[in-house]
């Protein structure tokens, strides 16, 4: 069965610091991966999306995310913090070559950002 | 902004009462489906749509039907509401599965008594 984990519920980071949001997934095929963000009292956005092409995928708002095949790992990566960036992250797999596009999310990270 | 429309956006009810929640889409996406998000467990899929009259359950459909009699509505059931089910519902839809993005509705916050 497919699993998604988020490691660490919560993150802190300072304005203009690295933003690191970490997901390990567990998948008995080739996975397909996505990064969603969610504001407040909204409903979520994809950010970016990896489906078996490049590994290293870049997305909207300045952040990107690598796919590592070895690790089972596609953690979530931005250089730099802007305050906009507070939100609830969440990490999602879905089967391949499944085409019903059911989504296996993880917990949550929720991102603070600090001045 | 993907159109997708959530009806009621609030509700309040009773332990036992129905309650039914509406999806309206005017993207004619094929795909549609329904999570209830949770604290400590993100998005869990309830069910999901592929087509009129096409449902399937997902990993928490218990105590949940729906029903999708046009493309643009997707319509979520509880038979008889328990406090377990307060929760935030959100729908979703995409064209055509598979690796294509979702749009995520705004959600409606239910609150069973």
């Known amino acids: 069965a497919q699993s998604v984990t988020q490691l660490g519920s919560h993150v802190s980071v300072s304005e203009g610091a690295l933003v690191l949001l970490r997901c390990n997934y567990s998948?008995?095929?080739?996975?397909?991966l996505f990064w969603y963000v969610q504001y407040p009292n909204q409903g979520l956005q994809l950010l970016l999306k990896?489906?078996?092409?490049?590994?290293l995928v870049k997305g909207i708002n300045g952040f990107e995310a690598e796919f590592k095949k070895s690790e089972t790992s596609f953690h979530l990566t931005k250089p730099s913090a802007h305050m906009s960036d507070a939100a609830e992250y969440f990490c999602?797999?879905?089967?391949?070559?499944?085409?019903?596009?059911?989504?296996?999310f993880g917990q949550g990270t929720t991102l603070q950002v600090k001045p | 902004d993907a159109g997708i429309t959530q009806s009621p956006r609030h509700k309040v009810t009773e332990t036992g009462t129905p309650v039914t929640l509406r999806c309206h889409q005017t993207?004619?996406?094929?795909?549609m489906y329904w999570y209830r998000q949770d604290p400590g467990h993100g998005l869990r899929l309830i069910h999901y749509?592929?087509?009129?009259?096409?449902?399937d359950k997902g990993e928490v459909s218990d105590g949940y039907s729906v029903s999708r009699s046009k493309t643009e509505d997707f319509l979520l059931t509880l038979e008889s509401a328990t406090s377990s089910q307060t929760s935030v519902y959100f729908c979703?839809?995409?064209?055509?599965?598979?690796?294509?993005?979702?749009?995520f509705g705004p959600g409606t916050r239910l609150t069973v008594l």
């Open positions: 999602a797999v879905s089967e391949a070559p499944s085409n019903t596009g059911k989504l296996i």
């Open positions: 979703a839809i995409s064209q055509s599965g598979s690796t294509d993005t979702q749009y």
């Open positions: 749509s592929y087509g009129v009259k096409d449902t």
């Open positions: 998948s008995s095929v080739p996975p397909y």
């Open positions: 990896y489906t078996s092409a490049a590994t």
């Open positions: 993207e004619n996406h094929r795909y």
